[in-house]
């Protein structure tokens, strides 16, 4: 499915790259819309692979791959949760370091360092409705371009991730995909035909 918005910087939608070349700017406020695709996604692994694809392949203690790229040029990180416990933490831990390593913390200014909350409360809110609704999270990547940054969270889970509309603050449920919505320039699902689970993804503009 999808929908037409009245900003450009999702427009591609999601690609089994896993990069983006969206112009960027500071995490947006309007919302945008869910779209839902299903697209053949690579069963590469590596750090330079860009779109997560089925179950993770290493077990025990987390897998941390390193950035590639070339310095100032795209960025990826992934972490695997197989076996893991308190996964929310971990993930931010694992977030926050890799925003370290591309220059986005310390925070020199107000604006960059609201900026790096946000995506450290996207990741947050992404592994918790794995958590919640989709049997946990399988793994988290992270892409950065220097002008967006990308947060994949893959799970095994059959579930449709959905922002309760209208939001109505004081009912439970439907909040963490509300503030997805408010916080990123564009998010949606990637399914993989014959393949259980799906990646969420969501894009947040770099800081100025």
Known sequence: MSTTR???PGDRGPEPSGVSGV???G?????????D?????????????????GPPEASGPPEASGSSGAPGGRQVRRLTFEDQGAVVPLARDFTRQALQAWGWLPAATADRRAAAEDVLLVVSELVTNACLHAEGPDQL???????????EVTDRG??????????????PGGHG?????????DWGVV????????TVWAELGAPA
């Open 6 to 8: 009245p900003c450009s």
């Open 191 to 198: 399914r993989a035909p014959g393949v259980p689970g799906k």
């Open 141 to 151: 990547g992270i892409v950065c371009d220097n002008k967006v940054i990308r947060l």
């Open 37 to 53: 695709v299903a697209v053949p996604l690579s069963g590469a692994q590596s750090a330079t692979a860009s779109t997560p694809s």
């Open 177 to 185: 995909m509300f503030i997805v919505q408010r916080l990123c320039l």
């Open 158 to 171: 059959a579930g449709q991730p959905t922002p309760r509309t209208p939001h109505q603050a004081g009912r």
């Open 23 to 25: 112009p960027g700017g």
């Open 27 to 35: 995490a947006s406020t309007a919302s945008a819309p869910r779209r």
